[in-house]
């Protein structure tokens, strides 16, 4: 039997990266919350993070173990992974925009004193 490929990455290998980079993004948070633009964002954004992470592995564990019901459906379950992946990165992309915000918030207030 084949070792099962997932975003170009053996499935043993994403079940480390995977949390490795869940813990990354955690870190990232705790560092930058003094910095962002909107503070109270941050616990929605962790709780949307986290559904989403939930929600693409529960569809690729969904994909390798497909019962017969869904069998026949791989192309509308590649598409759900894509589309969760997507808004995955898109809630990353606000976090950015949270923080960069945020920066400039701080900057602007150090250069008026």
Do not use: E
């Not at 690729?60 to 497909?66: P, S, W």
């Not at 809630?91 to 925009?97: A, D």
């Not at 960069?100 to 900057?107: A, E, L, Q």
Request: some cysteine.
């Amino acid at each position: 039997m084949h070792d099962v490929s997932v975003f170009g990455l053996s499935l043993s290998l994403l079940a480390l990266v995977f949390p490795a980079l869940l813990l990354g993004l955690w870190m990232i948070y705790r560092l930058t919350r003094t910095w962002l633009y909107a503070p109270s964002l941050l616990r929605v954004h962790i709780w949307v993070t986290g559904l989403l992470a939930l929600l693409i592995l529960l569809l690729i564990l969904t994909g390798i173990q497909a019962s017969p019901l869904i069998a026949d459906q791989h192309l509308l379950l590649g598409n759900l992974i894509q589309w969760t992946s997507l808004a995955f990165v898109f809630s990353q992309c606000l976090f950015i925009v949270n923080l960069g915000m945020g920066i400039w918030k701080h900057v602007g207030k150090t250069m008026h004193r």
